[in-house]
């Protein structure tokens, strides 16, 4: 987990709720990651932030917003628009755009009810 | 289809036994592989990575292996022990940084 923490580690949603997860790392990288985490399916990219404001839409985007206000912090908004949220939600940061280590977080496991 | 592919799926192997996983990619241009240990409910932990010119790299009881010419990697373990239970992910960077991901191999170590 190295110096990334994510929050909640469960969450339980009602339909037609907005939910924000929350990742901070203390590893002084720039870029962070967020990834979902599907049974039997590989990590898929959903937003991507290589420096503070400013942040790139991932390979499954839609339904999903974030911000990057501070170097250390990366929440991610689950809106009421993404129609299968139920999930296991990862974090990661990155401080070598080249050799690329990206170090996770623990994960949060959303749930909608 | 993915550009990453993991088999088995899963595997279930007794104490003190090896076992070998495979990773075939097609990722093109290909900067690096490396291999990472998801424990269940928590984040992947890297193991090892290999650039192009790399064939092997071990860490601990762990060596991975690189054919870059049939795009093919292995992860080898080495007695294993019990916790070694766990999901092990292969994941190719390409030329461009984007990480194509594999679904994982699923390791049960028993007792």
């Known amino acids: 987990d190295g110096g990334i923490t994510q929050s909640p580690k469960y969450l339980f949603r009602k339909e037609g709720q907005n939910v924000t997860l929350s990742c901070e790392q203390n590893?002084?990288?720039?870029?962070m990651y967020w990834y979902r985490q599907d049974p039997g399916q590989g990590l898929r990219l959903i937003y991507y932030s290589q420096i503070v404001n400013d942040f790139q839409k991932g390979d499954i985007a839609e339904g999903y917003s974030v911000s990057r206000e501070k170097k250390e912090s990366f929440p991610l908004t689950v809106t009421s628009a993404q129609k299968n949220p139920t999930a296991f939600y990862l974090c990661a940061s990155s401080g070598d755009r080249v050799v690329g280590e990206q170090f996770f977080g623990p994960g949060t496991r959303l749930t909608v009810l | 289809k993915n550009q990453v592919e993991q088999s088995p799926q899963s595997l279930i192997i007794l104490e003190g036994k090896n076992c070998t996983l495979q990773c075939n990619y097609t990722v093109s241009p290909f900067s690096n592989l490396r291999w990472y240990k998801q424990d269940t409910g928590r984040g992947p932990v890297s193991l090892t990575i290999?650039?192009?010119?790399?064939n092997t790299k071990s860490n601990g009881r762990y060596t991975a292996t690189l054919d870059a010419d049939t795009k093919q990697s292995s992860l080898h373990i080495t007695a294993s022990q019990l916790s070694d239970s766990a999901s092990y992910i292969c994941?190719?960077?390409?030329?461009?940084?984007?990480?194509?991901f594999g679904a994982g191999t699923t390791v049960t170590v028993r007792a």
């Open positions: 590893l002084n990288h720039d870029a």
């Open positions: 994941v190719v960077r390409r030329g461009d940084y984007k990480l194509s």
């Open positions: 290999m650039t192009f010119s790399e």
